[in-house]
């Protein structure tokens, strides 16, 4: 399948809805070793004079040892259709299960270095810039406590290289 490169300031839809409403898959790895996970908490905008991507992912997810390793990522957006196996992927760890196997996704690499999957209509290739823990102490609003179960996300800041619509 193949892809072109557009400005990931082009991206087409409200991001509000492509990430909360409609979901994405985080993937990290190589072709012959990656794993992928769904999620719908994160966000895209402008930081240090870089289009960059906020990537939320709990170390015990699989995909978080696959982005620790790899220092990238993607995220890959997907037409309703597609509905279901972005379920499947947000409910099976990759750790007991071939993810594309079950779902139908071929992994594809729609620019060298990064996994993604030939049935996206988007694809983002990022390169993570900075990394922290999410710390509870910084809570001002104390409900928030009420996402995690001491689970806390590991707050990833992505420079987006390229943003791949499918051909």
């Known amino acids: ?14 991001v509000f809805d492509r990430i909360q409403k409609t979901w994405m898959l985080v993937t990290a790895g190589t072709m012959g070793s990656w794993n992928t996970m769904t999620a719908n908490w994160g966000g895209l905008g402008h930081l240090w004079n870089r289009d960059v991507a906020f990537v939320f992912v709990r170390p015990t997810r699989h995909t978080y040892s696959f982005i620790e390793k790899a220092g990238s990522l ?19 760890s990759g750790r007991d299960a071939d993810k594309a196997s079950l779902t139908g996704l ?28 999410i710390d509870p102490a910084g809570f001002v609003e104390p409900s928030l406590a009420g996402n995690y179960n001491g689970d806390y996300h590991r707050l990833y800041v992505a420079e987006i290289v390229a943003a791949l619509a499918r051909a």
């Open 1 to 14: 399948m193949a892809f072109y490169e557009i400005s990931p300031r082009a991206v087409e839809g409200n």
């Open 74 to 92: 993607t995220l890959s957006f997907f037409d309703e259709e597609w509905r279901d196996a972005l379920a499947t992927c947000g409910k099976v």
């Open 106 to 133: 071929r992994p594809a690499e729609p620019r060298p270095g990064f996994v993604g999957f030939e049935q996206a209509d988007l694809t983002l290739a990022c390169r993570v810039i900075h990394k922290q823990d």
